[in-house]
């Protein structure tokens, strides 16, 4: 997914340089904004995709198709929104690609319950009062939607500020923050039930 200029551009001045840089054909400021982001871009595309070994070739996919469309290197909020926007819109369709994965995707809490690679809340301290039993964590996590899954790792596994994390999810700050609310809602209630999915169905 690669986004066109608009006027309302809100790019940090090292943002809009490395993007210039980048249009004009800079392969070394591409490089370093990939070696920065793709850690990130990793994680979150296991975030929403979490079955099997397709993380880093999403990635890689996605960053092969911004340097083929360098020119129209546009981010708007950051180049860190613009690049979590176009991993979850590809990881989104692997996984319709491959149905089966849908059907695995309930038990991706037990599968991924010891896996340290996906970092879901890097800091100790998120004030998301969910107590510390990672094991819990993962596996609740992984019973919640994937915009749930989404909007919880973007702001608080990568920090990101609501602004962007509206920018990658394609809707207003204010939906940001009535989605962030209503998912750590579920995750809390996961949390008290072991992490375990509840008999209804997802909010």
């Known amino acids: 997914m690669l986004f066109r200029p608009k006027p309302d551009a809100e790019l940090s001045d090292e943002d ?9 054909g800079d392969i070394q400021a591409f490089d370093d904004v990939a070696r920065k982001h793709i850690p990130a871009m ?6 929403i995709n979490p079955i099997g070994d397709v993380h880093e070739d999403i990635v890689q996919s996605v960053l092969a198709r911004v340097w083929e469309r360098r020119a129209e290197f546009y981010p708007r909020k950051s180049i860190v929104a613009y690049l979590m ?6 990881a989104l369709d692997v996984r319709r690609q491959d ?3 849908e059907r695995l995707l309930e038990h991706a809490g037990d599968h991924f319950s010891h896996d340290e690679t996906l970092n879901l809340f890097p800091s ?16 609740a996590f992984f019973t919640l939607s ?9 702001r608080y596994g990568q920090d990101m500020r609501y602004a962007e994390v509206a920018a990658v999810l394609g809707i207003t700050p204010k ?13 809390r209630a996961r949390m008290r039930e072991g992490g375990f999915p509840p008999s209804e169905p997802s909010i």
């Open 146 to 154: 994937e915009r749930q899954r989404t909007v919880l790792h973007l």
């Open 16 to 24: 809009r340089i490395l993007s210039e840089r980048i249009r004009a």
């Open 99 to 101: 149905r089966s994965r």
């Open 85 to 90: 926007a176009a991993v979850r819109s590809h």
């Open 175 to 187: 939906a940001v923050e009535r989605l962030l609310a209503k998912s750590i809602e579920a995750l």
């Open 42 to 47: 990793v994680r979150l595309a296991g975030a």
């Open 124 to 139: 100790p301290d998120t004030g998301l009062d969910i107590g510390d039993d990672k094991l819990a964590l993962r596996r």
